[in-house]
């Protein structure tokens, strides 16, 4: 499974971004998908995470409210609408795959490249 995350760019406080993670297979619609982001000298951590079946989400409690996960199965493809925008929010952002649900990394098998989100105050 390959996976392909884009959307990300530069927004203002208070702005919306949507992020996309396509995924290469059709076989992806049984995969977990989670978001994760890294900040300049920080380390990775999770933001968001969405079952293959859209029955269990989970978010970080820094995004919870602000953020909303989402997937088409059928156009094999998770989403993260970006709602509020914080400077803190500036990471780049990951979309990562896994058999097994989890908000940890270490059960991703699959991982993106990566797309920059850039917040200004």
């Known amino acids: 499974v390959q996976l392909q995350a884009s959307g990300g760019g530069l927004a203002q406080a208070g702005d919306s971004l949507r992020l996309s993670c396509a995924a290469s297979t059709a076989t992806s619609s049984y995969y977990n998908v989670g978001w994760f982001r890294q900040a300049p000298g920080k380390e990775r951590e999770f933001v968001s995470s969405?079952?293959?079946?859209?029955?269990?989400?989970h978010y970080a409690d820094s995004v919870k409210g602000r953020f909303t996960i989402s997937r088409d199965n059928a156009k094999n493809a998770v989403f993260l609408q970006m709602n509020s925008l914080k400077p803190d929010d500036t990471a780049v952002y990951y979309c990562?795959?896994?058999?097994?649900?989890?908000?940890?990394?270490?059960?991703?098998?699959?991982w993106g490249q990566g797309t920059l989100v850039t917040v200004s105050s």
């Open positions: 969405i079952s293959w079946n859209n029955v269990i989400t």
């Open positions: 990562a795959a896994g058999r097994v649900y989890s908000v940890s990394a270490a059960y991703c098998d699959y």
